[in-house]
């Protein structure tokens, strides 16, 4: 079975500011690991994933997650936040042979201040 | 990518009733899954739907109170039975896509309000 834990559950940031939203995970079986974005009162939206290779992942708006095995780590990180990326963010893992199952993370609210 | 659609986008229920929600997808997927995000919660999900077999229901969800259809590769329907507050939710349902089916994109969800 899989899990995630998001460690912050909100992120007060000033505009052009970095941040760094973290996830950690605990699996048995090799992982597959996501970034969802939830806009208010909107579905989710995919941000990135890592399925395999290199462990700097970049996704969409200029955010890039980097995969630690060590360290069953997959933080979400921008070096420049906008007023619009104040979100919700989910952090989700998927067990290779779990049938595509996510499990995701509690949540991180992000709160871009001008 | 995958478009998804779902309808209704809300809706007010009155108790012990029952609402049934739609999900629509432009491309034939094999797996589609129907999550549930109570307030200020995370996802949650609740069955997984394949074309031609059961539903596979996780842990504390049952068949009687969320039956699933799944009549073909684009579409699924999710029933919330014998609505209560505490099924109050958006429900959201997600498809398998990308070129190694191995990225799940979201429809917008339902959001439901039980009285």
């Known amino acids: 079975a899989q899990s995630v834990t998001q460690l912050d559950s909100q992120v007060p940031v000033f505009e052009e500011a970095p941040v760094e939203l973290r996830c950690n995970y605990s699996s048995s079986v090799s992982v597959y690991l996501f970034w969802y974005v939830q806009y208010p009162n909107q579905g989710l939206q995919l941000l990135l994933k890592?399925?395999?290779?290199?462990?700097l992942v970049k996704g969409i708006n200029g955010f890039e997650a980097e995969f630690n095995k060590s360290q069953t780590s997959f933080h979400l990180r921008k070096p420049s936040v906008h007023i619009s990326d104040t979100a919700e963010y989910f952090c989700a893992v998927s067990g290779w042979n779990q049938g595509g199952k996510l499990i995701f993370g509690q949540g991180t609210e992000l709160s871009v201040k001008p | 990518s995958a478009v998804i659609s779902q309808k209704p986008s809300r809706d007010i229920c009155q108790r012990g009733t029952s609402l049934t929600i739609q999900c629509q997808v432009d491309?034939?997927?094999?797996?589609m899954f129907w999550y549930r995000q109570q307030p200020g919660q995370s996802l949650t999900l609740i069955a997984t739907?394949?074309?031609?077999?059961?539903?596979?229901?996780e842990s504390g969800f049952v068949i009687d109170k969320f039956p699933i259809s799944r009549p073909n590769l684009t579409f699924s329907t999710l029933t919330v039975s014998n609505m209560s507050p505490e099924d109050s939710s958006i429900y959201l349902c997600?498809?398998?896509?990308?070129?190694?089916?191995?990225?799940?994109?979201f429809g917008p969800g339902t959001r439901l309000t039980v009285l």
């Open positions: 739907a394949n074309q031609g077999s059961e539903a596979t229901y």
């Open positions: 997600s498809v398998e896509a990308g070129l190694a089916g191995d990225t799940q994109y």
């Open positions: 890592y399925l395999s290779g290199s462990t």
């Open positions: 491309s034939q997927v094999t797996m």
